[in-house]
Nanobody
Framework: QVQLVESGGGLVQPGGSLRLSCAAS????????MGWYRQAPGKLRELVAT???????NYADYVKGRFTISRDNAKNTVYLQMNSLKPEDTAVYYCNVKGTVIGLGYADFASWGQGTQVTVSS
């Protein structure tokens, strides 16, 4: 019901930077939390960072000081600025959006983006 479109992934050298974006669309009444998760081959999906509707942020310990999550409420878009990238950051990054949609009535939702590949290698 809610569609998420991600962009910004790519190949960078260690120490480089990338900025990911994720835009949500659909019959959205309100968005509560937005976040980024990542999944490397053979591993479980893990939380990277989240941001609430009022801008409260939460980061995984391994990205603190390097990654910054932000959002543009008017555009229903969440961003992830990634600096000082390391090879271990290589993964598919997925955005997640939680909120309320308009259907027969109002209902909570949680949607995932299609994923964008981030590769950090020399």
């Amino acid at each position: 019901q809610v569609q998420l479109v991600e962009s910004g992934g790519g190949l960078v050298q260690p120490g480089g930077s990338l900025r990911l974006s994720c835009a949500a669309s659909g019959r959205i009444f309100t968005i509560n939390a937005m976040g980024w998760y990542r999944q490397a081959p053979g591993k479980l999906r893990e939380l990277v960072a989240t941001i609430s509707s009022v801008g409260m942020t939460n980061y995984a310990d391994y990205v603190k000081g390097r990654f910054t999550i932000s959002r543009d409420n008017a555009k229903n878009t969440v961003y992830l600025q990634m600096n000082s990238l390391k090879p271990e950051d290589t993964a598919v990054y997925y955005c997640n959006v939680k909120g309320t949609v308009i259907g027969l009535g109002y209902a909570d939702f949680a949607s995932w983006g299609q994923g964008t590949q981030v590769t950090v290698s020399s």
